[in-house]
């Protein structure tokens, strides 16, 4: 089965012709860059072009539809069924028609071997269109400079305990990307660093100058320089967390049920932002080297932000769990007896005499693939899962989870690339049976070369491990 | 004055002849494996060895007495005079006796340019046994078997706000870690895996076995397998704690003023464990080639951690700071303004309006060296620091430091050394003004090479950056 999704996707990285080169000019809109018109349109339609959703900020979300598979993939109600069919287990890429997605991104996704009645799990792929808000100069903006910024996206949503997050956050996340990037569209085209300050309204002088400043200490005076990629850094960061606040809004009108990991990537500037909340993973493979992208995050590598949280709100632990992390369970009959154990401080194990809370549930247990929060859940950032409980408790998980991603910057202006280089993005279910050495080897390996070359990117997303064993 | 330093360092280092082979037995008592004798010695008198400190655990302190400088120079009084000249500022070596430090170790400082009155820093070389508390398999310990263990140990102490800290962490630090290793004594010799918990008193069956344990949980019937290397770790990480601890309960009737930063390396069964807990920076050269092996906590490098407290405990900022970065000082007339911002959750930066409470003094301010804690500590982890508050305030800092230092270990069996291997500890004072290859370079190229050679340590205690100014 991987050997089949492999295909699927290497060919289509290979078979549409020459890798795109770099975007000529990555700020001006293409075709996404129709006049703002309505709301949203239905999520079985093809997805609004982010540019099309209009200056509104993305807080309203339509009615619940019934499952969907990513829209560039063109299914017809038969595909659809071929899609969700557990026994055949096809594997899905977009069709092979003159219509391709930009960069000749590549997709390959196959359900899962039965663990969830649907894939979960949803993909998107845009170009988006950014108006400014407004001059953060004050002054009227002149109708003939170039006003807007575009930048290209795509994302991977692993979904888990149903498919609501995951389909919510592949229709919005990008416009919310889109809204926070709105203040900035002149600031990121203006060589000058930002301003520190913006008028709150505009025609209103700002304030980015510190001579006035005196302060006893000289920490207090002086002035951070910060950088225009910072900003979108920022920006990524707040609609990641602007998305999960709708989600928790949105949850009851619109059964947005379960979470999703969240991996998603952004092209602006000349610079690609790897945004990643969950346990997905994206590399990026440069004449052959492998270049990580981001990390995963598991209850494992987030072990002692956990503890720590848990040690200093006991109350999130609701009585029922201790903060201390044990080898295995520790026995009533082991009381008095000295086991291994490591807080929140410690990465390190030591000896300690078992007390009556020390046989509390571990709020972080297991080891690898087994590895959960409270017992229930194996990753500890992505959006969602508001209503996610404690079994048989109503204990919440949610304040244990983190939305916000963590961001890594590639500068494309910075290399040389040749026409196999190639970004991937995978769910865990791809990484869990394949190296990203392997994943490389597996690429496309056609296509005429060249300088100017960019990575093209290629996601797949088997939505469970057993889904490429076959 | 900087090439004064590294001269007498470079000397020490290469002069002495042979670098050391490695101790073919490392874990056998050398000269300190005298029986016990009673509590520590006063401080001006020639350290205890801690392997003569008795089994008692270090709780008590010795009076506080004058200041004084590490033993190993073997100061006269006159010598302590020059070594305290703020005009001369000698640059201070071990005497070039017949008595040398363990392999060969070296080591240079300086009296600062006068921001102190007492060069506050401190340092410490010893070689330290361990005997075994009891036997942990409960078993009489046979009087013939390799009982105890031996560890070699260096420590760099950089004190601030007074001496007393770094004093107080040269003499009894590597105690505590003696203290929390007398567990471990037959498990670390022991080939097996560490047992996962041990009887509360010798004679009692332990448990590690995990067949009985049933749980509705996959992740709580794991068992994860905890290796003699992180034993050593949490013996280190807890010895720190306990010293912290310490330091806190005799604070008053010891005069222990101020905190320091603690560098220390543990050589202990082939391994070299460097714990990191401030500022301070420890290196290894081999064949060339740097390797890190500490990173520096610093209110820019702890701002997530800080921010992340402050905000889960408003009440440590006593409404008089924010937990929220501004790229410099918000002032009144900036009030519905937007500026630049970052909280817990971010790396990048975003606008948001200013409000009330952004007027207040932030938590962390400053850049690089600027960089500051409440406007006031410019490290974040350290040992000490139990009064300090905030100037003009009753607010204290400490909850906001941390004693607990980062562990990498590096493992001697991996690598062939070369005769200028160096393993080289300095305080932020010498890495302020010297990179890591500058160091490197000046560093001893003299000497006998051949394989089985280790790198010899190198420790460098320039209090102040204007230290090396000269």
């Known amino acids: 089965m991987l ?173 919310h990307i889109r809204e926070q990037l709105k203040d900035l569209v002149e600031i990121l085209q203006d060589p000058l660093p930002p301003p520190l300050c913006l008028p709150s309204t505009p025609g209103a002088p700002g304030s980015s100058d510190s001579s006035q400043l005196v302060g006893p200490q000289s920490c207090w005076s002086s002035q951070k320089e910060v950088t225009h990629e910072s900003l979108v850094v920022g920006a990524i960061e707040n609609a ?57 995050f598991t209850p494992e590598t987030e072990r002692q932000r956990l503890q720590l949280l848990g040690f200093l709100k006991p109350e999130l632990l609701g009585g029922e769990f201790t903060h201390l992390e044990f080898p295995r369970r520790v026995q009533p009959k082991e009381l008095g007896q000295r086991m291994l154990y490591r807080d929140q401080n410690m990465t390190g194990w030591a000896y300690k005499k078992i007390e009556l809370e020390d046989l509390r549930f571990p709020l972080v247990c297991g080891e690898g693939k087994k590895a959960r929060v409270m017992a229930t859940i194996g990753v500890t950032r992505g959006l969602g899962d508001h209503n996610l409980r404690v079994c048989s408790s109503t204990l919440p998980i949610k304040p244990f989870l983190s939305c916000f991603p963590e961001v890594r910057v590639y500068d494309l202006t910075q290399y040389e690339h040749c026409p196999d280089d190639v970004l991937v993005l995978g769910t865990d279910g791809l990484w869990d049976v394949t190296s990203d050495c ?18 093209g990117p290629w996601l797949a997303s088997p939505q469970q491990q057993a889904g490429f064993r076959g």
Chains 1, 2 share one sequence.
């Open 3 to 175: 050997n089949r999704v492999r295909s699927a996707v290497a060919h289509l990285v290979s078979s549409g012709g020459a890798p795109p080169s770099r975007p000529k000019s990555p700020d001006l809109p293409n075709a996404t860059s129709a006049p703002p018109v309505a709301p949203p349109q239905a999520p079985r339609s093809p997805p609004a072009r982010a540019g099309s959703g209009g200056a509104a900020p993305a807080r309203t979300v339509e009615a619940r539809a019934s499952f969907s598979r990513p829209t560039f993939l063109q299914l017809s109600p038969g595909g659809l069924r071929r899609a969700d069919d557990h026994a055949g287990r096809a594997v899905q890429s977009p069709p092979d028609t003159g219509r391709r997605l930009p960069w000749s991104t590549g997709y390959a996704e196959v359900i899962n071997a039965g663990k969830s009645r649907h894939n979960e799990d949803q993909a998107c792929c845009e170009v988006v269109y950014v108006e400014g808000r407004r001059s953060v100069s004050g002054a009227p903006r002149e109708p003939s400079r170039g006003q807007g910024l575009c930048f290209y996206y795509w994302g991977l949503f692993d979904g888990h305990a149903g498919g609501g997050a995951a389909e919510m956050a592949s229709r919005l996340l990008h416009r």
């Open 240 to 296: 990641f967390q602007l998305m999960d606040e709708q989600m928790a809004r949105e949850r009851r009108g619109h059964q947005v049920e379960g979470g999703c990991c969240a991996l998603v990537v952004v092209y602006l500037l000349g610079k690609v932002y790897v945004a990643n909340a969950g346990d997905s993973r994206a590399i990026i493979v440069r004449n052959g080297e492998i270049i990580p992208m981001s990390r995963e």
């Open 438 to 455: 392997e994943v490389h080897s597996s690429g496309p390996s056609s296509g005429p070369g060249g300088p100017g070359h960019t990575p």
